[in-house]
């Protein structure tokens, strides 16, 4: 589990690197807002082309050689953006990521999750997963703060933090290799043998479960309201007239709040059900995205948007860490996991490729910080439909335990 905190991180440290470091990526590389969207929408692209086939792979192949693959993968595609190449050459390694980092990495990274720990306890095993990568997020975040703050120039610091998360990658796919064990003998076991795990009978038993589509709306609001966090490094810098430095810091703050979100999310979804603990971080959500909306500037503080970071940090986190164990309570079947992973991913990671898009439009076709209002707006709504789709799941009928090889309906 260990390998596989660091290796979860590591992986998307690079691809998402924007979240702490937009305007200094902007000043290197000399891009607009709308561009560092772009970079971003093109590694969603590949990322959602990939989901599907992703999830066949991880049903197929041991998680380790899929892992380290990505890992490694990832981290000599890092070394190659540290050369500062040009906007061309940033396209396409986004493009590279979107296949590294999700056709050989997504599903397996789930399935080897969900097979380490027993069907009572899917929810503390994803929330001790996405806490530990929570760790590992915050203290990449925080050596690569510290490392941008004592260059002497943003292009330098921007380097340095390149390099920090590119080795990070490439580490923990060596971990990954020495320690992950094969798991295929596992998943085998699991398999009923009249199915014979064609790929298009998986996709088709798949999509006739009408919670895996319950499910992909969940974490599509929940992801959606993710990805917002990473505009409160740039809204503190804009509208609070605050340092680069400041947002690099207040960044890793931010990212010191998953652990201790998504692993308290896995021990409550253990006690209560997943989706009740759900619903109370959409509810949440929809107050804390709402206020930064809806509150006038006038009366926006720093300290009043400590607190909405704070909160909107926590619930998302905490959703992010127990918004898996799902396919536990909806009773998906063990040898479809890896499929039912690719087809609800394909579907609700979707914000990776307008999020960026439509944040940066907002921000640079909108005056002052009314862009970034505007967003939150909408991401208040979403959090709003999420809410709906859990209480939707928690009215549908039980179906039979995951691992008890019957098929679901």
Same mark, same amino acid.
């Given at each position: 589990?260990g &390998?596989?905190?660091?290796?979860?991180e590591?992986i998307?440290?690079?691809?998402?690197m *924007?979240?702490?470091?937009?305007?200094?990526?902007e000043?290197?590389? /000399?891009?607009? &807002?709308?561009q560092?969207?772009?970079l971003n929408?093109l590694?969603?692209?590949?990322?959602?082309v990939c989901?599907?086939?992703?999830?066949?792979l991880?049903?197929r192949?041991?998680?380790?050689?899929?892992?380290?693959?990505?890992?490694v993968?990832t981290?000599l595609g #890092?070394?190659y953006?540290?050369s500062l190449p040009g906007?061309a050459g %940033?396209?396409?390694?986004h493009a590279?990521?979107?296949i590294?980092s999700?056709l050989t990495?997504?599903?397996a990274l789930?399935?080897a999750?969900?097979l380490?720990s027993?069907a009572?306890?899917?929810g503390?095993?994803?929330?001790?997963l996405d806490?530990?990568?929570?760790?590992?997020?915050?203290?990449l975040?925080?050596i690569?703060?510290?490392?941008f703050a004592?260059s002497a120039?943003?292009e330098s610091?921007?380097?340095?933090v390149?390099?920090?998360y590119?080795l990070?990658s490439?580490a923990a796919?060596l971990a990954v290799?020495?320690v992950v064990?094969?798991d295929?003998?596992?998943v085998v076991?699991?398999?009923?043998a009249e199915?014979?795990l064609?790929?298009f009978?998986?996709?088709s038993?798949?999509?006739?479960?009408?919670?895996?589509?319950l499910i992909?709306?969940?974490?599509?609001c929940?992801?959606?309201a993710f990805? #917002?966090?990473?505009?409160f490094?740039?809204?503190a /810098?804009?509208g609070f007239?605050?340092?680069?430095?400041f947002?690099a810091w %207040?960044?890793?703050?931010r990212d010191?709040? *998953?652990?201790?979100a998504?692993?308290?999310a896995?021990v409550?979804a253990? *006690?209560?059900s997943?989706?009740?603990?759900?619903g109370?971080c959409?509810?949440l959500?929809?107050v804390?995205y709402?206020?930064?909306w809806?509150?006038?500037p006038?009366l926006?503080?720093?300290?009043i948007?400590?607190?909405?970071?704070?909160?909107?940090?926590l619930?998302?986190?905490?959703l *992010?860490?127990?918004?898996f164990?799902?396919l /536990?309570?909806?009773?998906i079947?063990?040898?479809l996991?890896?499929?039912?992973v #690719?087809?609800?991913?394909?579907?609700?990671f979707?914000?990776?490729i307008?999020?960026?898009?439509?944040?940066g439009?907002l921000v640079?076709?909108s005056p002052g910080i009314?862009?970034?209002?505007?967003?939150f707006g909408i991401?208040a709504?979403a959090?709003?439909v999420?809410?709906?789709?859990? %209480?939707?799941?928690?009215?549908r009928?039980?179906?039979?335990?995951?691992?008890s090889g019957?098929?679901t309906?």
């Amino acid at each position: 589990m260990g &390998s596989l905190i660091l290796a979860g991180e590591a992986i998307y440290m690079l691809p998402y690197m *924007r979240k702490s470091f937009q305007t200094s990526m902007e000043a290197t590389f /000399e891009l607009t &807002s709308f561009q560092i969207g772009t970079l971003n929408a093109l590694f969603g692209i590949l990322a959602l082309v990939c989901y599907l086939p992703g999830g066949w792979l991880a049903d197929r192949f041991s998680a380790r050689r899929l892992l380290t693959l990505s890992l490694v993968g990832t981290g000599l595609g #890092g070394l190659y953006m540290a050369s500062l190449p040009g906007y061309a050459g %940033l396209l396409a390694v986004h493009a590279f990521w979107g296949i590294f980092s999700i056709l050989t990495f997504w599903a397996a990274l789930i399935k080897a999750t969900r097979l380490w720990s027993g069907a009572g306890e899917q929810g503390r095993a994803f929330g001790i997963l996405d806490g530990g990568r929570g760790v590992v997020g915050a203290g990449l975040g925080s050596i690569a703060a510290a490392c941008f703050a004592v260059s002497a120039t943003t292009e330098s610091g921007l380097v340095s933090v390149i390099l920090v998360y590119s080795l990070a990658s490439l580490a923990a796919g060596l971990a990954v290799w020495l320690v992950v064990p094969d798991d295929h003998a596992t998943v085998v076991e699991n398999e009923p043998a009249e199915d014979g795990l064609h790929v298009f009978d998986s996709i088709s038993h798949t999509l006739r479960i009408a919670d895996v589509w319950l499910i992909a709306v969940v974490i599509f609001c929940a992801y959606f309201a993710f990805l #917002g966090t990473y505009e409160f490094p740039a809204y503190a /810098e804009r509208g609070f007239d605050r340092s680069k430095e400041f947002g690099a810091w %207040l960044g890793a703050f931010r990212d010191w709040l *998953r652990p201790v979100a998504a692993v308290l999310a896995g021990v409550i979804a253990d *006690r209560v059900s997943a989706s009740r603990a759900i619903g109370a971080c959409f509810a949440l959500l929809v107050v804390s995205y709402g206020t930064l909306w809806a509150l006038p500037p006038a009366l926006a503080s720093i300290a009043i948007l400590g607190t909405q970071v704070t909160a909107t940090a926590l619930a998302v986190f905490a959703l *992010r860490g127990v918004y898996f164990a799902l396919l /536990e309570e909806a009773g998906i079947p063990l040898h479809l996991t890896g499929i039912a992973v #690719g087809t609800i991913s394909m579907l609700a990671f979707t914000p990776d490729i307008f999020a960026p898009l439509l944040a940066g439009w907002l921000v640079d076709n909108s005056p002052g910080i009314f862009g970034y209002r505007r967003y939150f707006g909408i991401l208040a709504i979403a959090a709003a439909v999420g809410l709906a789709a859990v %209480l939707a799941i928690r009215c549908r009928p039980k179906a039979p335990a995951a691992g008890s090889g019957e098929k679901t309906a």
